[in-house]
C-alpha cells in the first residue's frame, strides 16, 4: 500500500495497522511536548529571569557607572540581582533612601535650580516604594536661600559638591538620612520621554497657563512691552487620560502659572509624580523590554543627562527592589497644614517662601515617620 502524507497508520503484510512516518513523527512531537509541559514552570521561571536580569544588566549602564570590564564582575552584578546581598546597599530600618532632582539644565536661565525634589524611599521587606515631593520654595535659614538652589550653591563651593549639600540639607527637613542621590536635567528628561515613545498620563482637572516661559526669551525685551507677553506661551490641558511626547511631558511637570488649584507648588509636585509614574510604566512594558534597540537608545540618552553616587552593586540591588514594588508605589505630598507662606520681607530675601509651621523641623519628622511606618497620619 502506498504511504500517504495524511494517514496516521496503515495496514501491514499480516492485515494489522501500522504506523506511517507522518503517524511516528506525531507521536515523537506529542511525547517532546508532555516532557516540556512537565517542566514548564522551570522555563516560565528562566524566561521572566533571563529578562529581568538582561534588563537590569542594560540599566546598570544608564547611569554611566559601570567602569570595569570582565565577565567577573557582570557574573557578580547578576548574582546581587538574585540574591540582593544586603551590605552592598546602605539602608537604615530596612529602607534605602534616595532623592531624586531634575534640574533646568542646559538652555534654561538657571540651570542649576532643582525644581522637582522628590524624596524616594525603597523597602527591603515589604515590595514597597514611598515617594515623597518636597516643595521647591522651603527656606533653609542657615544658607539664607531656597530649597532648590541648594544644588547649585553646593557645586559653586566644589565640584560634585551640588549633591552632597542637598542630601545634607534634605536629610535636616525630612529627618531620615539620604542614602543616594540622582539628578536629572529637564532637557534630558524630554529627551527620554521621546525615547519611549510618549507616556500615559492621567491628567486630574483641566488647567490653563498662560504665563509658561519660553527657552531662550528669558532676556528678551519684547520691543519694550512692560508684560514681557514675548517671553511666556499659554498652555493647556484636559482632565483625562493623555499621550504626551517629551515637551508635552515637560510642560506639564514645569508649568506653575495655572488658575486656582493647579497653580501651586502642591499641585506641581503632584503633576510630577503621575509623570514619574507613568514613565515608571513604560519602561517595564513589553514594548520597552522586548526592544534591545530602544533600551539601547534609552541608555545613551540616559548617560548624557544623568548623574549619580549610586554604585553598580547597590542599584542591582535597588533595581531589583523597585521591580517587586512595580505594583506598590505610594506618592505623596507635603501637608500644606505642616507650612506656612510668611509674608516677603528682607528676613527671606524678599521671596516668596516657605517654613515649617513651628519654626522647626519636628513635625515634618512626625509625618514623614508615619508615613514610611504606614500609620494613620494627621
Known sequence: MQETETAQSELGKDGKPTLTKVGKRNIALSRLKRKILKHVWLLRVLLVAGIFIGFYIVFLLLGGLVRKTGADFYLGLVKDFVFTPQPKVKSLNGNTNILILGKGGEGHEAPDLTDTMIFA????????????????????????????STYYWGNKKEPGGGIILTKATVEEIVG??????VIIDFSGFKRIVEVLGGIEVGVERTFTDNK?????RENDLCGGDPEYKCRYETIEFKKGLQHMDGET???????????VDEGTDFARAARQQKVLSAIKNKVLSREILFSPKKLLALKNEVLKSVETDITPEAGTILFRRTLQARNSVNSHVFPEGLLINPPKSPKYDNLYVFIPKDESWGEIHEWIECVLRKINCK
Open 121 to 148: 524611599s525603597i523597602s527591603h521587606s515589604d515590595p514597597e516604594v514611598t515617594l515623597i515631593s518636597l516643595p521647591r520654595d522651603l527656606w533653609i535659614t542657615d544658607l539664607r536661600a531656597k530649597l532648590n
Open 212 to 216: 509658561y516661559p519660553i527657552a531662550g
Open 176 to 181: 531620615q538620612p539620604i542614602h543616594y542621590g
Open 249 to 259: 511631558a515637560l510642560k506639564f511637570v514645569r508649568s506653575r502659572n495655572a488658575e
